[in-house]
């Protein structure tokens, strides 16, 4: 039975200034990275995750943030979606024109799922995308692209806990040659192995990715608790400036949207913590105390016994 995700803790990030010399930073890197670690989506679904850039996805002009719980009818259409390199990646290096990628979004279901041993969906599948701008952030370009899958909204079943819908950026080397049932346009919504289809393919590196949920009814299975994200601990955190930095809708779980789009808090779930941990303290502390007591009382019945003795 699949596991719920709770919302993860949010992170806070400041906002990336659109302008010509604008890149992502260390900390926007480490952020998304530790999103996907504490999502369950690394090393579960992807073996790892070091990201060349921040993935910004967009449903109907609204950015989203990394596990964003969305409603179906919100995500219904394909999104757009811009890339912006990280610190490390010059713009002559992973993302310029003339460079070929793969752009896939895939279901790895509830948390708790095997993904070893149950198929992720495949919702979307586009090969010989390219990317167009003269400055970051950089779009997509689906011209010349041959698109595999069209994109197909999400449609969980009801009742199987939160999916998450990962949509991810390949690196399409000279070398790419994609397997024979998915090769050619129009293959219909399908199931696969992710990991499998990157191997067959041989695609490269995993460039960018985001991820978002989406629910049907009410879950039927026990939640499975996960690790916040504490943006403090993060070490690109005291190099991080206003300028600089990824878009606090793209990284930052705190960026809201429309009340019809979105739901979720991680208020209760920090407040459930915080209580949990509080009523742990306490039955501590008096289990202390009680033990000290009785080694009090324990030492006068001892010191009443001698003297007796005595006289």
Known sequence: MFALLPTLALLALPALAQNSSTTATEKDIEAIEAHFTQAQLVPELFEEFDPEGILTVSFGGQDISPGDKLDQTAVASSPEITVTPGPDSGDSDD???????????????????????TEQTRHWLVNGVSVSGDSAPYALNYTGATTITDYAGPGPFEGTGSHRYVIALYEQGSDFAAPSNLSTAGVPLGTWFLPNYVSEAKLGDLLAANYFQVENGQATSTAES????DSATLSGAASTTGSGSASAAQISGGASASGASRSGSAGASATSAAASAAATSAQSGAGKNGVAMGMVMGAVGVVGAVIGAAL
């Open 95 to 117: 993302f310029r024109a003339g460079r070929l990628y793969t752009v896939l979004m895939a279901d790895a279901n509830a948390v708790g799922t095997d993904q070893k041993t």
């Open 226 to 229: 996960t690790t916040a994200v």
